[in-house]
Antibody, heavy 121, light 110 residues
Framework: EVQLLESGGGLVQPGGSLRLSCAAS????????MSWVRQAPGKGLEWVSG????????YYADSVKGRFTISRDNSKNTLYLQMNSLRAEDTAVYYC??????????????WGQGTLVAVSS | QSALTQPASVSGSPGQSITISCAGT?????????VSWYQQHPGKAPQLMIY???NRPSGVSNRFSGSKSGNTASLTISGLQADDEADYYC??????????FGGGTKLTVL
């Protein structure tokens, strides 16, 4: 059974940094693209970033480009999201999502349960 | 990276059918067969209900169906049940190498 477990969320001050992790199990991790999707409190879903199976190509939403970095360690079956220069509007539950193909980072059946990031002074 | 447009809310009685629309552009919904629909219950992670416009993942009831015409996709739920009450999000791959979401539709089962 595929499982995705996010960690690393918490309270951080504006301008601060945080690194999220998503540990995958029950899947050949390197065979699939992955994405991060977030949901601000009481709001809808917003795609943040995606990467192909190797991690060699990455994609970002305009709202986080230049501040966030997605990466993966396929030897550890783990996806990361390094978040710098955090703003109040980055406050959200962050989900990792496994895609169904190596290159196509969108869609997918399996999502983690999310980790909450709160940016506040 | 504009969001797709969905109605804020829809409602229906048990046993009825409802349809949720999702309006995009030729750069997303209209340009690709990569429309998906997710169901989200409060406090839970999204669950994939439809992928590639009209395909159902294993385990999803055939009461859920998807379609697309031009730049607008639709999700139809037939034989409404109480447990269908949730938020529904359409999504699509977009030509800017992004994954765009609709604003979400709250389905109320009366």
């Amino acid at each position: 059974e595929v499982q995705l477990l996010e960690s690393g969320g918490g309270l951080v001050q504006p301008g601060g940094s945080l690194r999220l992790s998503c540990a995958a199990s029950g899947v050949t991790f390197s065979s699939y693209a992955m994405s991060w999707v977030r949901q601000a409190p009481g709001k809808g879903l917003e795609w943040v970033s995606g990467t192909i199976g190797s991690g060699g190509v990455t994609y970002y939403a305009d709202s986080v480009k230049g501040r966030f970095t997605i990466s993966r360690d396929n030897s550890k079956n783990t996806l990361y999201l390094q978040m710098n220069s955090l703003r109040a509007e980055d406050t959200a539950v962050y989900y990792c999502a496994k895609a169904e193909h190596y290159y196509d980072f969108w869609g997918g059946v399996y999502w983690g349960q999310g980790t909450l990031v709160a940016v506040s002074s | 990276q504009s969001a797709l447009t969905q109605p804020a809310s829809v409602s229906g009685s048990p046993g009825q059918s409802i349809t949720i629309s999702c309006a995009g552009t030729s750069d997303d919904v209209g340009g690709y067969q990569y429309v998906s629909w997710y169901q989200q219950h409060p406090g839970k992670a999204p669950q994939l209900m439809i992928y590639d416009v009209s395909n159902r993942p294993s385990g999803v009831s055939n009461r859920f169906s998807g379609s697309k015409s031009g730049n607008t996709a639709s999700l139809t739920i037939s034989g409404l049940q109480a447990d269908d009450e949730a938020d529904y999000y359409c999504t699509s791959y977009a030509s800017s190498n992004t994954w765009v979401f609709g604003g979400g539709t709250k389905l109320t089962v009366l």
